[in-house]
């Protein structure tokens, strides 16, 4: 397998409920609806770490971790942009 450069992260539409304005600021709307854009994801427990992208090189990195169960789908995306699917 090769390295992705992105992934994508949906979430069921009640975990945005019960995360509300704590995950808002991370979320990005895309044609196949809300996602977080990240750069790393490892869901090898209860809480699911997703690694954000730097907002630039001097900043430490931010990490959310949800509960694993809370998340929908993962999507890797190695084309850079936030759309997948069929044309």
């Known amino acids: 397998m090769s390295e992705h450069e992105s992934y994508l992260v949906y979430f ?3 975990s945005l409920d019960v995360l509300g304005d704590a995950i808002k600021p991370y979320l990005t709307e895309g044609p196949n609806g809300v996602h977080v854009l990240c750069i ?3 869901t090898g427990g209860a809480f ?3 690694r954000l992208p730097l907002a630039n090189a001097k900043a430490g990195g931010t990490e959310l ?3 694993t ?3 929908r789908m993962i ?3 190695s084309s ?3 759309g997948f699917g069929f044309a």
Do not use: A, K, R
Request: proline share 5%; charged share 20%; hydrophobic share 35%.
């Open 65 to 67: 971790m949800v509960p």
């Open 40 to 42: 790393g994801v490892d």
């Open 75 to 77: 999507v890797s995306n």
């Open 12 to 14: 069921h539409s009640t």
């Open 80 to 82: 850079g942009d936030d």
């Open 48 to 50: 699911c770490e997703i």
């Open 69 to 71: 169960s809370m998340i």
